[in-house]
């Protein structure tokens, strides 16, 4: 007598395979960059400048862009959130822009912008500023891409706020400041820190417009990824070196975002 599978049975096994092949195919290419190395080649390759330059140069770029999206962003995000008027769904708009825009794209329009014979940076030039393929071009490039990631979670947590909280200070006669900075960045302060660690990320792994803006120039504007792509023309060993770091710190960041992201659910 011929056996039928049960259905339930033939589920399992298609969930099971499509759930296989995404870890397969998302996880397979992480794991060849570490066997295509050994452990003394990958530690003997740390002590190289190059991956001191470009780690050092990522982390202190990334670092200040947070900073500046941070100190920027959350009164923009606020204001915005609690403010109604006209052109702010363009306003919104423009904020999203850089998320869907090509990195190469945007690093074309700063350096328009920016650049020697641009629109501002002709004027700049002629006090000696130059910002393009600089240390400042990086973070502003980076800035660039990496801000939505934050205004967009900040704006959303203001607009969430139970606004019960602040008019209750209000009533008992604390300055808007001090509510800014006593009850809503507290209340927000989980969310806040994900945005910030998501934006950090981003800021890390620039790409396309730091190459555009700023160049591939060794201690200069070669940050990890770019040195990753030069290690592709040069040494192999170290490109790699520098992927393998910036996986290690992908996934440290990945678990930064779901320990914040686990304590909001708490706090909720």
Do not use: C
């Not at 339930?8 to 499509?18: F, V």
């Not at 995404?22 to 990958?42: H, K, S």
Request: charged share 10%; hydrophobic share 55%.
């Amino acid at each position: 007598m011929k056996q039928t599978i049960p259905r339930q049975t033939l589920t399992s096994i298609g969930i099971a395979a499509l759930i296989v092949s995404v870890i397969l195919y998302l996880g397979l290419p992480v794991v060849a960059l570490f066997l295509r190395t050994t452990p003394d080649l990958f530690f003997s390759s740390l002590a190289d400048p190059q991956v001191h330059w470009a780690l050092s140069l990522s982390l202190i770029t990334s670092v200040i862009s947070l900073g500046v999206v941070v100190l920027v962003g959350t009164p923009f995000a606020f204001f915005h959130s609690r403010s109604r008027y006209r052109g702010k769904a363009l306003v919104d708009t423009i904020i999203d822009l850089p998320l869907v825009l090509p990195p190469a794209v945007a690093g074309l329009g700063l350096l328009l912008l920016y650049g020697r014979t641009g629109l501002i940076g002709q004027y700049l030039n002629l006090f000696g500023i130059t910002i393009a393929f600089s240390t400042l071009a990086v973070v502003m490039a980076q800035v660039f891409v990496a801000s939505p990631f934050y205004i967009r979670q900040a704006k959303a947590l203001f607009e969430q706020l139970d606004p019960a909280y602040e008019q209750t200070a209000r009533t008992l006669g604390a300055s808007p400041l001090r509510i800014f900075l006593g009850i809503t960045i507290p209340l927000t302060a989980t969310g806040l820190l994900s945005g910030a660690v998501m934006t950090f990320a981003r800021a890390l792994g620039e790409f396309g417009a730091t190459i555009m803006f700023a160049g591939n120039l060794p201690g200069v504007t070669q940050t990890m990824p770019l040195a990753v792509y030069g290690g592709l023309e040069g040494n192999f060993t170290i490109g790699i070196t520098i992927a393998i770091l910036l996986v290690i710190l992908s996934f440290g960041i990945m678990g930064a975002i779901r320990f914040f992201a686990g304590r909001g659910e708490a706090h909720a």
